[in-house]
């Protein structure tokens, strides 16, 4: 079935380090894909999405390049900050549903100064 | 816009209760949403409302479950006869169906302990 996974966490990266998280997918058609990040204590928030093949999805120095050919959807911050702590789920939602996401279980990130 | 709010943030009950959640989504989007997140687990979907119109329930939706949006406006979520594995954060989300792919919001979550 349609489903998103997602590297499997705790990552724990100095500040100014280089972040991936890896996320690659199953789905028939062509889904748009999302990035989600939930700070401690707060709610889901949209980091980033994107809606067709190699479209680039970009936020807040966060960037995700939708790969159809290798079902991909990685995300990628150059010099990440302490401020920067938090999960990140990846998600998709099917082309012509209602719009439901389907999420990965989230990789929380750690930045230590 | 003061986004996306639920109430109550937290519940405690014992197996065998009723409980309801409520939802008010942001004012101007005519879509609504509930996820359920167990720990260590992303949100899975569990229904969706177009206005009043609930459109999709997902298999994870028994029949202990029931959603409601009566004016188009705020939802709620009750579950009868509260069991152990109810025990998660369930979410709302809403959105506005005037673009491909709208964004959904998200509210900050019920906690639900069942005992």
């Known amino acids: 079935g349609d489903s998103v996974t997602q590297m499997e966490g705790p990552v724990t990266l100095s500040e100014e380090a280089f972040l991936t998280i890896n996320c690659t997918y199953t789905?028939?058609?062509?889904?748009?894909l999302f990035w989600y990040v939930q700070y401690p204590g707060e709610g889901l928030q949209l980091l980033l999405k994107a809606t067709k093949a190699d479209d680039k999805g970009s936020n807040k120095g966060f960037e995700a390049t939708y790969r159809k050919e290798t079902t991909s959807f990685h995300l990628e911050k150059g010099s990440v900050q302490v401020s920067d702590s938090a999960v990140y789920f990846c998600a998709l939602s099917l082309q012509g549903s209602q719009g439901n996401l389907i999420f990965g279980k989230g990789t929380k990130l750690s930045v230590k100064p | 816009d003061t986004g996306v709010s639920q109430d109550p943030r937290h519940k405690i009950t014992k197996r065998g209760q009723n409980v309801t959640f409520r939802c008010d989504p942001i004012s101007e989007h005519n879509r609504l949403y509930w996820y359920r997140q167990t720990l260590g687990q992303g949100p899975e979907f569990l229904t969706y409302f177009q206005n009043e119109a609930q459109l999709e329930k997902s298999r994870l939706l028994s029949d202990r479950f029931s959603a409601e949006r009566p004016k188009g406006s705020f939802s709620t979520l009750e579950i009868q006869r509260t069991e152990q594995g109810d025990s998660a954060m369930y979410l709302c989300a809403s959105s506005f169906s005037g673009g491909h792919q709208e964004t959904q919001y998200f509210g900050p979550g019920t906690r639900l302990l069942v005992l």
């Open positions: 789905a028939t058609g062509y889904p748009s």
